[in-house]
Every structure is written in C-alpha cells, then in structure tokens.
C-alpha cells in the first residue's frame, strides 16, 4: 500500500517504475510519520488533543484500509511542492497539520476516512494560501464532515440506500472539496499579466499550479473558489422537497439531478458570453464561483445559461453526499462516483448529448482522457498546460502506458479518471 500511494505510481508507471517498486522497503505507518509529528510537535502547531487523534488514526488503519491510504498518502505529498511556486511555501507536513486540527476539533465517528481526505485537500490549499486564509481552513474543513455527517441522518430518515459514510477515499477526495477543482477563473482584465489576450482567452481559467505561482491563494481568491456551507445546505433543502432525488437507482438520481438544472432550469434567455463580477469580466462558460451561481439561480429562478462545464451538477450532487467530479473535454459537464463498477461514470443524459456531435469520434473518446483535480497531492504530480487549452489539468493522453494502474478503470482508492472509452459507455450509439 505504501508503494501505491508514492508520486511516480499514481502518475502513471513504467517498467523501470516496477523494478524500483520491487526494491521498495515499506516502513509502518508510525514509523513514516514520525518525524513529521515531532517537527509539528516541535514547531508548537499540533496539540496534544491532535497528537491523541492522529496516534488513534494510525492504529485504526490497521484494520481500514482506506484510512491507511490516505496516511501514507499525507506520508507522500505532505510536503509541499516548493518547486512550482515563487514564494516561500511551508517545509512541514501541512497536511498532517490539518489532520491534528481536524482531530483536535473532533472527528465524527465514521468519517475518518473524510478526514483523511480533507486533509489532503484542505493542508494542500494551506501551502499555498495566505496567512487570513490558512485562519479559515481547518474550522471549513470541519464544517464539511458535519456537515456530511447531518446530511447522512436526513438520507437515513428518507431511507435512501446511500451515506457518506459508504463512500472509499478517492470518492471522499471529491466530496468533501469545497471548490470546483484546482483552477481559478480568469478575468479578462488580468489576462495579459498572464500572457493572454482577449480573444485568445476563450477558456478562462488557469490551475492553481500556474494561477497562483506568484501570489498566494487570498482571501477573495477563497470567496470566489469555496461554496459557503449555508449555499450547499440551501442546494440539500432544494432538493429534499421534491421525491424525484431520491431514487434507489444511482444512475437515475444522477441523471435527474442533471436534467434538472441543465433541462429544466437553464435560462438560456440570460447567456451572456460575459460577466461583470466584482468590476472584473469572466467568460460565463468557465465561471467556478458557485456562489455566485447560486445566488443567481436564487434570485432568477434560473441558472445562467452559458454554465460552462457543469459545476452546478458536481454541487448539487454534493450536496446530498453524492461524489462528482467535473471531466474535461469529453463530457461538457460532470461525472459521477458508480460504486458497483468502481468508476466514475457520465450520466445518461449527457451521453444523450455526447450522442449528437462530434464528441462521438473515436479519435476523441480514445484520446481526451482529462480530469480537473482536486489538490490533494500538495502540487506534487505533473500539471501539463494542454496546447490549446492552458487550462493546468493533469491530462491522460493516448497512448496509455501499458502498466499504468488507470488502464482497466479506476482501481479502488485510486484518484479521478474518467473512463471515456466506448467500450465503458455501450448506451453511446457513434454514428
């Protein structure tokens, strides 16, 4: 297990990757950690009540395999990348550091394994966020596991077949992320400081990689990225009233949940190509502030029609502790977690949609294999700019190296691939 969650593994591997597998000595948990905990001990920045609650997640790892993923992941990526920023990011462990606030805060029982989780997500965020944004991001991140963990009781009382807590760490790196991926829309006003002009900027965003490679996440940054816990409980009332989200067939309930806002809900008479937030001006299609989506769709009644990839569906999704991870390229909007085959699937209706055009071609299902990332791994794995594109996405692209651990779908525990093959989507009818 230690060896599957190392950097040069989950990027993909080759033979030689084998052969320096074969030669791996693999330590206990305890062991891997130490250091790290003594630093953080040493630097004052884990308490005692953190210091008890990492200690007893190391020893429930012994039995929770998910649990013991994602501490050898924090073992892994826990320290920041440094290489990719042009600032000074921490030398510690900041995602141990998260976990030790996590547990200090209480963990609820059961959501261990989003725990861990949000420790690799919320302690890659704080390395690279600013000193009034790293105050905000362990009570935030808390707030998402009770969150989760209220949601579990209202689905228990509706006797809906699924929990938060049935979910593996890959599908809890998804749910319990707050913001749409780790990019940051664009403005068109600052755009030339990044080396774009108007009409070139069609796409609108940068990763965190490149967006935030000389200026810490800030304050406004983390206003625009992260929903408000009060919008995703306004998302969960929504969609508690109405019986139709609470089918037994996962399938189903995805592919209602979308209908309902890109149906139903999309006012495709307000689809304006630009928006004005804030005196900045944004392409709507890429827009990543839900906020401001929501606040919208409050307001109007409708969701702006120009959405872009499907954020909204990811959220709602979300919100009643469904895992969903919006795809590039391929699927216009999201994907979801479908437990039976381990993989995250599009819905029904968007492969409907993908049925009317070009999307269809061969040559593009075989070759357009992208995700948008959660920053669970502290900046760690390669982020290729796409030609074209610029969009800061980890990208898959044909041919897929024969021993990589993505080739047959997404093994459990392992992190965001779409399958987007034809042979995985037999309803697709290519012409």
Not at 40 to 59: C, H, K, R
Not at 293 to 312: L, P, Q
Request: overall charge negative.
């Amino acid at each position: 297990m230690s060896i599957l969650t190392t950097p040069i593994i989950i990027d993909g591997v080759t033979g030689g990757d084998l052969v320096w597998a074969k030669g791996y000595e693999v330590e206990s948990l305890l062991a891997l950690l130490k250091d790290d905990i003594d630093e953080l001990l040493g630097q004052g920045l884990l308490s005692d009540e953190g210091l008890t609650g990492i200690n007893q997640l190391i020893e429930m790892a012994a039995m929770n395999t998910e649990i013991a993923k994602g501490l050898y992941l924090i073992d892994n990526f826990g320290h920041p990348n440094q290489g990719w920023f042009q600032y000074t990011l921490p030398i510690f462990n900041t995602q141990l550091l998260i976990l030790g606030e996590l547990t200090e805060l209480g963990i609820p029982p059961g959501y261990e394994v989003a725990a861990v989780a949000a420790a690799l997500d919320y302690g890659s965020l704080w390395s690279i966020s600013g000193e009034d944004v790293r105050k905000l991001i362990g009570s935030y991140a808390h707030e998402m596991l009770l969150f989760q963990a209220e949601t579990d009781r209202i689905l228990q009382e509706k006797e809906v077949n699924w929990q938060a807590t049935d979910w593996h760490l890959e599908a809890q790196i998804a749910l319990v992320w707050g913001g749409p991926g780790n990019y940051q829309a664009l403005s068109i006003e600052e755009a030339p400081a990044f080396g774009y002009s108007i009409n070139e900027n069609k796409h609108g965003w940068l990763g965190f990689y490149h967006y935030y490679r000389k200026q810490p996440f800030g304050l406004n940054d983390w206003n625009w990225e992260m929903v408000s816990l009060e919008r995703l409980k306004a998302m969960r009332t929504l969609l508690l009233a109405s019986e139709r989200f609470f089918s037994q067939n996962p399938e189903q309930f995805a592919d209602n949940i979308e209908q309902y806002w890109y149906e139903e809900n999309l006012d495709y008479q307000y689809d304006p190509l630009i928006l004005e937030i804030d005196g900045q001006h944004y392409y709507a299609a890429y827009l990543t502030n839900m906020n401001y989506e929501w606040d919208t769709f409050t307001e109007r009644g409708k969701f702006i029609g120009n959405s872009g990839d499907g954020y909204i569906d990811d959220y709602l999704l979300r919100s009643l502790n469904w895992p969903g991870i919006t795809t590039s390229y391929i699927f216009h909007t999201g994907t979801y977690y479908f437990p039976s085959s381990d993989i995250w699937k599009a819905t029904v209706y968007e492969l409907r949609i993908l049925e009317k055009g070009d999307w269809c071609r061969k040559d593009v299902l075989d070759t357009r294999m992208g995700w948008n990332k959660v920053p669970f791994d502290n900046f760690f794995l390669d982020e290729t700019i796409h030609p074209g594109n610029s969009t800061g996405r980890l990208q898959f692209l044909k041919p897929m190296q024969a021993y990589t651990v993505f080739s047959t779908g997404i093994p459990s525990g392992y992190i965001f691939r779409a399958d987007v093959s034809t042979e995985a989507y037999p309803e697709v009818k290519c012409k």
